[in-house]
């Protein structure tokens, strides 16, 4: 009776061994959905003008204007933002202490949206970054710049430009109406049909 029982035993353990092998030999496992992973909203923020990556910002030593960087910034409609995120770095061989920034422009409005540098002491090859907002009023070109002086005396400076244009024409509106002076032809009134001889 023991035999029965070890071979039998021995049985069970084939079988399982065999199930096993046969997962582990590449037996395709049924297909199971993996549940969708939610995504980020991809719809444009109002503001999405306003986040362009504006590059590196290098201080100039003579303690003046700086590098005299421009950047170009996106044209955009008026009345929205445009501007973007930039870094001030650190090429210098010595510690920059970031003073208060100064913000300036021609037309409109311009801001300091993010201001992660005023305060900060830059060990060299550091960075720190601000974010520039620009609002235009008017159509046409425009010009601002930002300056951040360093306790040390180096100045970070760049020199925005851009473009504002108007809204686009609303296509569903109306042609003008006629002004009173362009009133349409008529025939002429002082000629009247004289009638045909044995008509009456």
């Given at each position: 009776m023991v035999p029965e029982i070890s071979r039998g035993l021995a049985a069970v353990a084939?079988?399982?061994?065999?199930?096993?092998?046969?997962?582990?030999?590449?037996?395709?496992?049924?297909?199971?959905?993996?549940?969708?992973?939610?995504?980020?909203?991809?719809?444009?923020?109002?503001?999405?003008?306003?986040?362009?990556d504006l590059g590196?910002?290098?201080?100039?030593?003579?303690?003046?204007?700086?590098?005299?960087?421009?950047?170009?910034?996106?044209?955009?409609?008026?009345?929205?933002p445009a501007g973007g995120t930039m870094e001030l770095a650190n090429d210098q061989q010595v510690p920059l202490t970031v003073q208060p920034l100064k913000a300036s422009t021609d037309s409109g409005e311009i801001?300091?949206?993010?201001?992660?540098?005023?305060?900060?002491?830059?060990?060299?090859?550091?960075?720190?970054?601000?974010?520039?907002?620009?609002?235009?009023?008017?159509?046409?070109?425009?010009?601002?710049t930002v300056i951040a002086p360093t306790a040390e005396g180096p100045v970070f400076s760049v020199t925005l430009t851009g473009e504002a244009v108007g809204a686009a024409p609303d296509s569903t509106t109306e042609p003008p109406a006629p002004t009173p002076d362009e009133t349409p032809e008529t025939p002429d009134e002082t000629e009247t049909p004289t009638p045909e001889p044995g008509l009456t």
């Open positions: 084939l079988l399982a061994a065999l199930a096993m092998t046969a997962t582990a030999c590449g037996e395709p496992e049924p297909d199971v959905p993996t549940p969708a992973t939610p995504t980020a909203n991809t719809e444009p923020s109002p503001t999405a003008k306003a986040d362009e590196k910002l290098f201080p100039g030593t003579d303690g003046g204007s700086g590098g005299g960087a421009t950047v170009a910034v996106p044209t955009t409609q008026l009345d929205e801001s300091i949206v993010e201001d992660g540098c005023t305060g900060v002491t830059l060990q060299p090859q550091e960075t720190c970054s601000v974010r520039v907002s620009h609002v235009a009023h008017e159509s046409g070109a425009w010009t601002g």
